[in-house]
Every structure is written in C-alpha cells, then in structure tokens.
C-alpha cells in the first residue's frame, strides 16, 4: 500500500510538471531551438513585427470569453468597404500579430476585413492556461457573434488557423455555426490533444505516455476544466458542415504530416487538401506562397 501511495505521488507530481510546461500560461522555452519547427517561431516573431502590421490601421477590439475573460483582438478594415471577413487564429505559444502575413495576403490581394484575435492565455488576452482549441473553439463562437453583430446578417466570414489555430477552427466547425461562415482553412493541425502530447512524450522527452498523459489530463481537467480527450478536432470535423481546406507540409515532424490524412479522411462536410512537400511545420506558406494563395483563392472562392 505504502508502494502505491509513493507510485500515486510521484505521477501526481509528474503531471504536475507537464500541466506547467505545456498547458499553464507561461514562456515556452522548450520551443526555441526545436528543430521539429524549424523556424516557425522566428518567422512568427517576425511577423508581428511587420512593416505591414505597422503600416496599416488596427483598432484594439475586446469581448468577453464564455467562461468571463477578457479576450484582445486586432481589426483591420480593407481598403475599400467589403461585407467580408478573414478571422485568422494564430498557433501555440503565438499571438494574434503571428498571423500578419495571412492578414497581408487576404486584406490586400482579396479586400477583407480582418480580425486576428489573441487566443486565451495568449498576449493581450486573459486566461491562465492554454485551451488547446477546445475552449478557444468556444471563444472563436464569440468572435463570430461580435462580427455578425459589427457587420450584420449578410457578413461572409472566413476562418482560418494555423497550428493550435488550425485545431481551434476545426473544434469550432463541429459546432451549430452560423450560415455566415462559409469556409475554414486549417494549416498543419493535429487530429486531437491527446495523440498530440502522446506523440510528443515519446518524441521529445523518450517517455511513454501511460500513465503520464493521464495524470497530465486530470490535473489540466480540474485545472483547466478539460480532458485531453475531449479536445478532437478529428471528432468535430465528423460533425462539420462548412467546408474546410486542409494543409500540411509533407516534412512536418512536430504535428505528424500522417495526421491531416486523418482529419481529412474523417471530414464529412466539403472538403479539400493542399500538400506542400517538404514544408515543415507552419511553414508551407512560406515554403510555396504562390502555389498557397493560388489553393485558398481556388477554394474560398467556391464559397465566398
């Protein structure tokens, strides 16, 4: 018994160790030098500096989360007035400026408006933890509603995501969407939470994931009131009726290239995919921009 209880401590404390290295709010030291993202967070750093992002307008947006938080977004309007929307989610560790370089393309090629949000637990957002797209999917709602309520009944949103973002729109596809949101874009998304960390135990810490991912869960559960099993982007696509692009870069070893075969597969709505070989993870825009805008433009423009 003695044995257990030391056994049962020990995991408790491992679980403990996890939640704040990846789901507590907090630097993410781990990321920088990863060779697995190549350099997705220079590139994302880089970004949210943009002479872009400088050179344009943005008005600092705020609602309130489902659950009381204060969410941070930017809003940039087109150049000329469009009853279109490209709300851009930004990746793990990131914030709402990372997106700058979709936010160029869409406000300047395609003439949206523009919204890219802080994801709670990120920048100018609250939130002491990170929701892994399940509770953001949630929040994404909230975006939604405040766009409709911005720009009215015959606005035409588009969602887009990268990373954890691209796991934030795919959670938020399988809910009761609005019929303003006519397409999704997800780029280098994992299928769930659970087989994320799964992977990245035995990965980067060569540690299997029994029983650690479920001491790891429970502690995020009743810290951060989620299983890692309840946040499946794989089954909300299940449920999906808007139509989603999926992307993914063939050299992706952070979120396995195997996984978008996976969603994309257990997709149920309209459906399309766009594989750039040899792009790392986060990186197929930059890898193949033309070849990028070109399947988006393709795509949306079914829809939008």
Known sequence: MKIIII????????????????????????????????????????????????????????????????????????????????????????????????????????????????????????????????????????????????FGEDSKILLHGISMGGATVLMTSGEDLPKNVKAIVSDCTYTSVNDQLKYQLKRMYKLPS?????FTSLITKIRAGYFFKDASALKQVDKSKAPILFVHGTKDIFVPYEMVNELYKNCVSEKDIFIVPDAQHGTAYRDDREGYEKKVIEFIGKYI
Not at 210 to 214: A, G, R, T, Y
């Open 7 to 150: 056994l049962l401590l020990i995991f408790i404390g491992i679980g403990l160790y996890f939640y704040n290295v990846a789901i507590k709010r907090s630097k993410k030291n781990f990321l920088f030098g990863n060779e697995d993202l190549g350099d997705i967070i220079s590139t994302n750093r880089e970004d949210a500096n943009s002479k872009w992002f400088q050179s344009v307008n943005h008005e600092d947006v705020e609602i309130n989360s489902w659950d009381g938080l204060k969410l941070h977004g930017y809003f940039i309007e087109p150049k000329t007035p469009s009853d279109k929307i490209a709300i851009l989610i930004h990746g793990y560790a990131g914030r709402a400026e990372g997106m700058s370089a979709f936010g160029k393309f869409y406000r300047e090629d395609l003439n949206y408006n523009i919204l890219m949000p802080d994801n709670r637990g990120h920048g100018k957002s609250d939130g002491n933890y990170i929701g892994f797209g399940w509770h953001d999917r949630l929040d994404c709602l909230e975006w939604i509603n405040y766009i409709i309520d911005r």
């Open 210 to 214: 029994f029983p650690i991912l479920q």
